[in-house]
């Protein structure tokens, strides 16, 4: 009721479709309202001042290598982000993610020792990565369990499933790997980057102009219109959990890549990194809203952080405290918007 | 206004994010009193109440209870001074029993501080619902076992749990069926007789003219003024709401003479209903009445294949369908506008144009990707015939007043290019003016060869609207009157089962 009023007033005569405003739309978050939002300008206005504080402390930052360092490092929580905010669109989770690192990172690893053609390896694993999604999505969209329990179910038992497969650190041999996608660049920009990149738009493709990512963001507003819509819901949760799945093999892949060895042990607390910046981007669990654009303002923010604590040779201990601070502090701002 | 008034609202003002919600409205009401609240969508007075209530702080104006001026700062305070409001939108914990609901912050305790007394609680409950008349409720239930009728029920029962002065009632009747209206009429008089004052928010004008003391109409936010309605009448009250003559309410139907398009026979689902069997003619609108819980509304889900049927057979143009899912029921062009939008029927959060373009997305898309220039237009051109206001296709749903939300809902089933159409109560929480639109729309479409059953549970819309109606109670079938068979006695002795 208390927003009829002021619709009632603001009739505007022929102009239907508002065009224009593109960046300013970037800016604005989708989940309560389309005024301007000023914590979005806020964050903006932080991360710039973090920046020019950077350059005049520190003379390494605005490096080429530091800042190619930046992106590879940041690569990971991207592309493990983007499965992420898809997920939490439906108002689920997928806590898995970081043990699906592990385990395809291990396994491509394995994989080019024994010999196989890398391209073949890789696909391999990106299928492995779709097939743990598709049994979260089997459990959560047609027997339609919770989110949070099955997910930190294979959360478990996957880990268990990589440290079976190896409990020792396996080191790839085949050096066209690292070469490639570990350490190759085009230009000024790390190939694993690019990809990363290039994968934003094309969710925010899928997620704008497809039927199936309409229907995930319609699922997490209100799951009952969209079933009686007639639309699939069991089929596009699953499908949902399917491509977190595969971004996060994707991300495992290119942590070993760039890692040059994959450890069992690897992608332990991933997951928090990956729902902090969908949360920071704007992001609300429970579904109803987040942004692909945010998301990603998200991951730079958490990966500038990390590179700048390091950079001044602060504890990664002090570092995660900062991060939970961060998070709150996002949390707590955007709050009152909605 | 007098003295006497107990409640006094001096020149309440409030905006919203610089748009105008209340310009200094003066109400007053006196003890013992039934103040009627009306006016259309946006009118301003659920802010109003709000404010009342506590649950939004004013811009400017004086609030004066018993001649001295107070502060509301919250519902908390709200409540202290004995203020206490019944929103459209149910403040139940679904999981938690009726009574703990009823008792919720003032549940007796033991000896032992802090552990509950259950005998108490319930018994405490029960008679409260005694007290107000609303037996039959088993208070170990849980809320999320009672039906939306039941859930009202227990809402007022709440409210009346406690010392009170000012009871504010928003849209009370919306859920409830006729015999449950006059339970509701006769506790609201009990409490008047107790000298509370109730302030009674409603769009129905036979209720509040049947029911009010005296009726304050808003519009955008002013006072247009207060009646009594022994002075006034609907028209009037009607003129004050919308500040024009409406013209013709219901439209003038012609008998239609199009073939049979869909056939429901011997639909069965245990438990909820048996035995329904009509047919609905291309251009018809076929009326479902009956009272809250007859199963109209269980036949339409199954029908539209949201919930299954046991046994029995719907054809369509002749051809035997069975849907499994609302996706196949869609497919096949049959179209459901469910009764409560809020719950179902849209996804608040997202923009007109995804809502309206929800159920079309198989034909507005290819390999996937919609067809953006198609959707738009698609999108653009019902927000035109149905002039939804704003007409800005990325206003989000929840911006939109009630009536453009149904509109909305509405619009998406048109989208579908569906032949049967499927009306649960399409005009449940919509304005006066909004109301009259709709019902022209529905006729357009009739007279376009849809086919409409249209369910009500209010009987002037089944009069207007339906060449045929139908009555149901108890999960059958009990009665069929052509138009000019059809009079409100006969239908509500019919689904009442009372026999002439």
Same mark, same amino acid.
């Given at each position: 009721?208390?927003?009829?009023?002021?619709? +009632?007033?603001?009739?505007?005569?022929?102009?239907?479709?508002?065009?224009?405003?593109?960046?300013?739309?970037?800016?604005?978050?989708?989940?309560?309202?389309?005024?301007?939002?000023?914590?979005?300008?806020?964050?903006?206005?932080?991360?710039?001042?973090?920046?020019?504080?950077?350059?005049?402390?520190? +003379?390494?930052?605005?490096?080429?290598?530091?800042?190619?360092?930046?992106?590879?490092?940041?690569?990971?929580?991207? &592309?493990?982000?983007?499965?992420?905010?898809?997920?939490?669109?439906?108002?689920?989770?997928?806590?898995?993610?970081?043990?699906?690192?592990?385990?395809?990172?291990?396994?491509?690893?394995?994989?080019?020792?024994?010999?196989?053609?890398?391209?073949?390896?890789?696909?391999?694993?990106?299928?492995?990565?779709?097939?743990?999604?598709?049994?979260?999505?089997?459990?959560?969209?047609?027997?339609?369990?919770?989110?949070?329990?099955?997910?930190?179910?294979?959360?478990?038992?996957?880990?268990?499933?990589?440290?079976?497969?190896?409990?020792?650190?396996?080191? /790839?041999? +085949?050096?066209?790997?690292?070469?490639?996608?570990?350490?190759?660049?085009?230009?000024?920009? /790390?190939?694993?980057?690019?990809?990363?990149?290039?994968?934003?738009?094309?969710?925010?493709?899928?997620?704008?102009?497809?039927?199936?990512?309409?229907?995930?963001?319609?699922?997490?507003?209100?799951?009952?219109?969209?079933?009686?819509?007639?639309?699939?819901?069991?089929?596009?949760?699953?499908?949902?959990?399917?491509?977190?799945?595969?971004?996060?093999?994707?991300?495992?892949?290119?942590?070993?890549?760039?890692?040059? &060895?994959?450890?069992?042990?690897?992608?332990?607390?991933?997951?928090?990194?990956? &729902?902090?910046?969908?949360?920071?981007?704007?992001?609300?669990?429970?579904?109803?809203?987040?942004?692909?654009?945010?998301?990603?303002?998200?991951?730079?923010?958490?990966?500038?952080?990390?590179?700048?604590?390091?950079?001044?040779?602060?504890?990664?201990?002090?570092?995660?405290?900062?991060?939970?601070?961060?998070?709150?502090?996002?949390?707590?701002?955007?709050?009152?918007?909605? | 206004?007098?003295?006497?008034?107990?409640?006094?609202?001096?020149?309440? #003002?409030?905006?919203?994010?610089?748009?105008?919600?209340?310009?200094?409205?003066?109400?007053?009401?006196?003890?013992?009193?039934?103040?009627?609240? #009306? %006016?259309?969508?946006?009118?301003?007075?659920?802010?109003?109440?709000?404010?009342?209530?506590?649950?939004?702080?004013?811009?400017?104006?004086?609030?004066?209870?018993?001649?001295?001026?107070?502060?509301?700062?919250?519902?908390?305070?709200?409540?202290?001074?004995?203020?206490?409001?019944?929103?459209?939108? *149910?403040?139940l914990?679904?999981?938690l029993t009726i009574a703990e609901n009823i008792l919720l912050g003032q549940m007796p305790t033991?000896?032992?501080?802090?552990?509950i007394d259950w005998k108490k609680t319930f018994l405490g409950a029960e008679n409260i619902l005694k007290e107000i008349g609303f037996t039959g409720i088993d208070v170990h239930k849980l809320v999320?076992q009672l039906?939306?009728?039941h859930q009202q029920m227990v809402e007022i029962a709440k409210a009346v749990a406690g010392?009170?002065?000012?009871?504010?009632?928003?849209?009370?009747?919306?859920?409830?069926?006729?015999? $449950?209206?006059?339970r509701?009429?006769?506790l609201?008089?009990q409490?008047?007789?107790?000298?509370?004052?109730?302030?009674?928010?409603?769009?129905?004008?036979?209720?509040?003219?049947?029911?009010?003391?005296?009726?304050?109409?808003?519009?955008?936010?002013?006072?247009?003024?207060?009646?009594?309605?022994?002075?006034?009448?609907?028209?009037?009250?009607?003129?004050?709401?919308?500040?024009?003559?409406?013209?013709?309410?219901?439209?003038?139907?012609?008998?239609?003479?199009?073939?049979?398009?869909?056939?429901?026979?011997?639909?069965?689902?245990?438990?909820?209903?048996?035995?329904?069997?009509?047919?609905?003619?291309?251009?018809?609108?076929? %009326?479902? *009445?009956?009272?809250?819980?007859?199963?109209?509304?269980?036949?339409?889900?199954?029908?539209? %294949?949201?919930?299954?049927?046991?046994?029995?057979?719907?054809?369509?143009?002749?051809?035997?369908?069975?849907?499994?899912?609302?996706? $196949?029921?869609?497919?096949?062009?049959?179209?459901?506008?469910?009764?409560?939008?809020?719950?179902?029927?849209?996804?608040?959060?997202? #923009?007109?144009?995804?809502?309206?373009?929800?159920?079309?997305?198989?034909?507005?898309?290819?390999?996937?990707?919609?067809?953006?220039?198609?959707?738009?237009?698609?999108?653009?051109?019902?927000?035109?015939?149905?002039?939804?206001?704003?007409?800005?296709?990325?206003?989000?749903?929840?911006?939109?007043?009630?009536?453009?939300?149904?509109?909305?809902?509405?619009?998406?089933?048109?989208?579908?290019?569906?032949?049967?159409?499927?009306?649960?109560?399409?005009?449940?929480?919509?304005?006066?003016?909004?109301?009259?639109?709709?019902?022209?729309?529905?006729?357009?479409?009739?007279?376009?060869?849809?086919?409409?059953?249209?369910?009500?549970?209010?009987?002037? $819309?089944?009069?207007?609207?339906?060449?045929?109606?139908?009555?149901?109670?108890?999960?059958?079938?009990?009665?069929? *009157?052509?138009?000019?068979?059809?009079?409100?006695?006969?239908?509500?002795?019919?689904?009442?089962?009372?026999?002439?």
């Open positions: 009721m208390t927003n009829e009023s002021n619709v +009632d007033n603001q009739v505007p005569s022929s102009n239907i479709v508002k065009k224009g405003n593109r960046v300013r739309n970037l800016l604005l978050s989708r989940g309560g309202n389309r005024r301007p939002n000023w914590v979005n300008f806020a964050f903006l206005a932080a991360f710039i001042i973090l920046l020019v504080v950077t350059a005049t402390m520190s +003379d390494v930052f605005f490096t080429q290598r530091n800042l190619s360092n930046l992106m590879r490092q940041a690569v990971t929580n991207g &592309i493990l982000s983007l499965g992420m905010l898809i997920v939490i669109l439906t108002g689920g989770i997928d806590l898995s993610v970081g043990p699906i690192v592990a385990l395809t990172a291990i396994m491509v690893a394995g994989f080019s020792n024994q010999g196989m053609p890398l391209p073949l390896a890789i696909l391999v694993c990106l299928g492995v990565g779709t097939a743990v999604g598709a049994v979260n999505g089997l459990f959560i969209a047609r027997f339609k369990l919770q989110p949070f329990i099955v997910t930190l179910a294979t959360l478990g038992a996957i880990r268990g499933l990589v440290y079976v497969y190896s409990d020792v650190p396996i080191t /790839p041999i +085949d050096p066209t790997f690292r070469a490639s996608l570990g350490a190759g660049m085009i230009g000024p920009i /790390p190939i694993s980057a690019l990809i990363m990149l290039a994968s934003y738009p094309i969710v925010w493709f899928f997620l704008n102009r497809t039927r199936s990512g309409r229907a995930i963001v319609a699922i997490g507003g209100n799951v009952e219109a969209v079933r009686l819509a007639g639309i699939n819901v069991t089929w596009n949760i699953f499908l949902a959990y399917m491509l977190s799945g595969l971004f996060a093999a994707l991300a495992g892949v290119i942590l070993a890549s760039r890692l040059g &060895i994959s450890q069992p042990s690897v992608g332990a607390g991933f997951e928090l990194d990956a &729902i902090a910046a969908c949360v920071i981007g704007g992001a609300i669990l429970g579904g109803g809203g987040g942004s692909t654009f945010g998301t990603l303002a998200g991951v730079v923010a958490l990966g500038m952080i990390d590179n700048l604590l390091n950079l001044f040779n602060v504890q990664s201990y002090y570092q995660q405290i900062l991060k939970g601070v961060i998070i709150l502090v996002a949390v707590l701002a955007r709050r009152k918007q909605r | 206004m007098g003295n006497s008034d107990f409640l006094v609202m001096k020149g309440i #003002s409030k905006s919203f994010d610089g748009t105008q919600a209340l310009r200094g409205v003066d109400f007053s009401a006196a003890m013992g009193e039934v103040h009627a609240i #009306s %006016g259309e969508n946006g009118a301003g007075k659920s802010t109003l109440m709000k404010i009342l209530s506590g649950a939004l702080p004013r811009d400017k104006g004086e609030i004066l209870l018993d001649g001295k001026s107070i502060e509301l700062g919250s519902p908390m305070r709200a409540r202290q001074l004995g203020i206490y409001a019944v929103y459209q939108e *149910f403040s914990i679904p999981h033991t000896r032992v501080n802090g552990v999320s039906s939306v009728s010392p009170r002065k000012i009871l504010i009632l928003d849209e009370p009747s919306a859920v409830l069926s006729q015999e $449950e209206l006059k509701l009429f006769a609201v008089r409490l008047k007789e107790q000298g509370l004052i109730i302030l009674y928010i409603s769009h129905r004008l036979d209720e509040v003219f049947e029911i009010a003391d005296r009726i304050t109409v808003l519009k955008d936010g002013q006072l247009v003024g207060t009646v009594r309605p022994q002075e006034s009448d609907q028209n009037q009250l009607i003129r004050m709401m919308v500040g024009r003559n409406l013209g013709e309410i219901f439209p003038v139907r012609k008998p239609p003479s199009g073939e049979v398009a869909l056939e429901v026979k011997e639909l069965t689902l245990k438990n909820s209903f048996s035995d329904i069997s009509f047919s609905l003619r291309r251009g018809e609108i076929l %009326g479902m *009445f009956g009272l809250v819980g007859s199963g109209r509304t269980q036949v339409a889900r199954s029908i539209f %294949g949201a919930d299954r049927f046991t046994s029995g057979e719907i054809r369509l143009n002749g051809k035997l369908i069975r849907p499994r899912s609302p996706r $196949e029921a869609v497919s096949a062009g049959i179209a459901l506008l469910t009764e409560d939008r809020k719950r179902d029927g849209l996804v608040m959060n997202l #923009s007109i144009r995804d809502n309206i373009s929800l159920a079309s997305y198989s034909h507005l898309s290819r390999f996937g990707v919609i067809d953006r220039n198609k959707q738009v237009g698609e999108v653009k051109k019902l927000v035109q015939d149905l002039d939804v206001r704003p007409p800005l296709l990325d206003q989000l749903a929840s911006h939109l007043s009630g009536g453009n939300q149904q509109k909305l809902v509405l619009a998406k089933w048109l989208m579908t290019h569906a032949r049967v159409l499927i009306l649960d109560e399409p005009t449940r929480g919509v304005d006066v003016a909004t109301k009259v639109e709709i019902y022209h729309i529905i006729d357009n479409l009739a007279r376009d060869g849809m086919c409409i059953l249209l369910i009500s549970s209010e009987l002037p $819309e089944i009069l207007g609207m339906s060449d045929r109606a139908l009555v149901m109670r108890e999960g059958r079938l009990v009665g069929e *009157f052509p138009r000019s068979d059809a009079n409100e006695e006969r239908l509500l002795a019919s689904a009442a089962g009372v026999i002439q």
